[in-house]
């Protein structure tokens, strides 16, 4: 059974960091890419960032460049979202999920269709 938890959210000031986490559970993340997605208040869900630990690759949203990093750790089955400078908009429920490895391109790793399984998500919040 396929079973992702998100953590680390919480409240934080502008320009400070917060490290989200994905544990997966059922997941081959030798196998898997692992997509994260954020939904705002009173907007859609977007896309974020990717990591295909099949070959390394790695994707993110324009917006975050710079100051997000994603990163996976297969022997902890965890895949992780380092936010740094974080932004009164970058407030909103975060939430990971699954993909095959062999959907995921420039073009499609944003495209919520592609994931398959998804967490519950995770509130990050930036105000002062």
């Known amino acids: 059974q396929v079973q992702l938890v998100e953590s680390g959210g919480g409240l934080v000031q502008p320009g400070g960091s917060l490290r989200l986490s994905c544990a997966t559970s059922?997941?081959?993340?030798?196998?898997?890419?692992i997509g994260w997605f954020r939904r705002a208040p009173g907007k859609e869900r977007e896309g974020v960032s990717c990591i295909s630990t099949l070959d390394g690759s790695t994707y993110y949203a324009d917006s975050v460049k710079g100051r997000f990093t994603v990163s996976s750790d297969p022997d902890k089955n965890t895949v992780s979202l380092q936010m740094n400078n974080l932004k009164p908009e970058d407030t909103a429920v975060y939430f990971c999920?699954?993909?095959?490895?062999?959907?995921?391109?420039?073009?499609?790793?944003?495209?919520?269709?592609?994931?398959?399984?998804w967490g519950q998500g995770t509130q990050v919040t930036v105000s002062s």
């Open positions: 999920a699954t993909a095959a490895p062999t959907s995921i391109a420039p073009m499609t790793w944003a495209l919520e269709y592609e994931y398959g399984y």
């Open positions: 059922g997941v081959p993340l030798d196998y898997y890419a």
